[in-house]
């Protein structure tokens, strides 16, 4: 009954997200071509607000769990388990402050509309993960970029989405290079549940019903860690363990 009840619900969804995404589009163009950054920012921001309560017509409902007030004035690596493309709104909406920005693979960089275009000019970084000595130089080059404007950084380390919501193991080299390019950093270790549930059944139709948490925890600095692959298992094992079985 509930998988049955999902499709017509699945529908209506893709009608309003696919047109959500449409028109801010235009919106971020406009934004970006006339007005720069500041105004880009600002619709980007209201794209995640929109895109969730499209979400929200599919019965989901969200919860962001954040008790630590973060200083807008540090730059920040926000660490976080992968579950489905649903994880970027609520953490792009409530980190907002922070100006946060995505290691993502180049395939997203084209195509999509509204993401693709805020991929390209927004300040994240594309890599081409068949690719190392490109992947190499852009975080290196973008980690630059966050350590002088004080902005955050979101990387997914398990490299790609669980299906199932159980990790997978991090891959640590871009959280090295991270790490290294932005000394200055804390690193914000933040946990995801049930954003997989919303796949369950594939692209169509989606899971309906659920509740989709983020907990963010307790941040870290680089400085206190000499050796910094117990700083990156730290990071792991704080995430992993808050991941409902």
Same mark, same amino acid.
């Given at each position: @009954?509930?998988?049955?009840?999902?499709?017509?619900? =699945? /529908?209506?969804?893709?009608?309003?997200?696919?047109?959500?995404?449409?028109?801010?589009?235009?919106?971020?163009?406009?934004?970006?071509?006339?007005?720069?950054? $500041?105004?880009?920012?600002? =619709?980007?921001?209201? &794209?995640?607000?929109?895109? @969730?309560?499209?979400?929200?017509?599919?019965?989901?409902?969200?919860?962001?769990?954040?008790?630590?007030?973060? =200083?807008?004035?540090?730059?920040?690596?926000?660490?976080?388990?992968?579950?489905? @493309?649903?994880?970027?709104?609520?953490? @792009?909406?409530?980190?907002?402050?922070?100006?946060?920005?995505?290691?993502?693979?180049?395939? &997203?960089? $084209?195509?999509?509309?509204?993401?693709?275009?805020?991929?390209?000019?927004?300040?994240?970084? &594309?890599?081409?993960? $068949?690719?190392?000595?490109?992947?190499?130089?852009?975080?290196?080059?973008?980690?630059?970029?966050?350590?002088?404007?004080?902005?955050?950084?979101?990387?997914?380390?398990? #490299?790609?989405?669980?299906?199932? #919501?159980?990790?997978?193991?991090?891959?640590?080299? #871009?959280?090295?290079?991270?790490?290294?390019?932005?000394?200055?950093?804390?690193?914000?270790?933040?946990?995801?549940?049930? =954003?997989?549930?919303?796949?369950?059944?594939?692209?169509?139709?989606?899971?309906? #019903?659920?509740?989709?948490?983020?907990?963010?925890?307790?941040?870290?600095?680089?400085?206190?860690?000499?050796?910094?692959?117990? &700083?990156?298992?730290? /990071?792991?094992?704080?995430?992993?363990e808050a991941i409902e079985k």
């Amino acid at each position: @009954m509930r998988k049955l009840l999902a499709y017509p619900l =699945s /529908v209506v969804f893709y009608l309003c997200f696919g047109l959500t995404l449409v028109i801010f589009h235009v919106i971020q163009w406009i934004s970006f071509n006339v007005f720069g950054y $500041k105004a880009l920012k600002i =619709s980007v921001d209201w &794209l995640q607000f929109f895109i @969730m309560r499209c979400l929200n017509l599919l019965g989901t409902r969200i919860s962001f769990y954040n008790p630590y007030k973060i =200083s807008t004035d540090r730059p920040l690596i926000i660490v976080s388990n992968h579950q489905s @493309m649903f994880d970027i709104s609520p953490i @792009m909406w409530y980190m907002r402050k922070h100006h946060v920005k995505f290691v993502s693979k180049k395939e &997203l960089g $084209k195509g999509i509309p509204s993401v693709s275009y805020n991929l390209r000019h927004g300040g994240s970084v &594309l890599i081409d993960r $068949k690719n190392p000595r490109q992947s190499l130089a852009a975080m290196m080059t973008f980690g630059d970029y966050i350590e002088q404007t004080k902005r955050a950084a979101v990387i997914f380390p398990e #490299g790609t989405r669980s299906k199932t #919501g159980v990790p997978k193991p991090f891959k640590t080299k #871009g959280l090295e290079m991270l790490i290294k390019k932005v000394p200055s950093a804390l690193i914000v270790p933040v946990t995801v549940n049930n =954003s997989w549930k919303m796949l369950r059944y594939g692209n169509f139709p989606m899971g309906i #019903g659920n509740h989709m948490t983020f907990t963010v925890h307790k941040p870290l600095e680089i400085i206190n860690f000499t050796n910094k692959v117990e &700083l990156i298992q730290q /990071v792991e094992q704080t995430i992993v363990e808050a991941i409902e079985k």
